[in-house]
């Protein structure tokens, strides 16, 4: 049975801290570049989406969504391009769970539960989705639905915006788009905590978008 890990959730900057040591170690072995590589990127974005104010709300969201991103995306070799994010997703949420030998997300989405229940209630989101109930969900423990249901909703925030279907700055999309900023953050950071923890050394795929190489 897995142990829910119940204290505070760690920071961008604490988890740069744990990822130094193992980071440059791996670098000097030549050791698991493509995870390297991945967490490298993840922070990058997720950083840049910290120094984004209230203000700049968008460019936050696309930032934590690039950061994720970083982590979860899986080149296609046969086409030449990203495989479909929505396969991406699914895949990488499975895998993060099975890896997740502490119970890190779980305890992260039982933490932000009132956030997470206002996500699935938001009335935006609602027109694209079927009804789910988050709190039962948590309630049966079911939470590799819950989370793959929480990051569907997290998507279709980020594709209106990436996709121009939103005024930039538009008063009209900020509390869908403070939920989602909030939701991003605390999945991001369990993530990086499980890979850091226990998944540096797996299999996540093909990188996407791996480095040219001169």
Known sequence: MRTAILAAPL???TLR???????????NARLYEENRIRIHRAFTWLERGAECRDDRLDDRVLAQWAGLSALFSRWDAARG???????SLAGWVRQLMATDHDGIVAATLERER???ASVFADRYLANH?????ARDLMAR????????????RCA?????????????GSRANRTVLKRTSMALDAVALAAIQVTVNHGYADDWGP??????RG
């Open 11 to 13: 920071d961008l900057a």
């Open 141 to 152: 423990r079911r939470w590799e639905r819950l989370l793959a249901a929480l990051l569907e």
């Open 114 to 116: 009132t956030l997470v």
């Open 81 to 87: 391009q990203p495989a479909a994010e929505r396969t």
């Open 207 to 212: 990188l996407c978008w791996p480095p040219e």
């Open 17 to 27: 801290r744990m990822w130094k040591p193992r980071r440059d170690s791996y670098a």
């Open 156 to 168: 279709l925030v980020h594709a209106q915006l990436a996709q121009g279907g939103a005024t930039y």
């Open 129 to 133: 989705f079927d009804a789910l109930d």
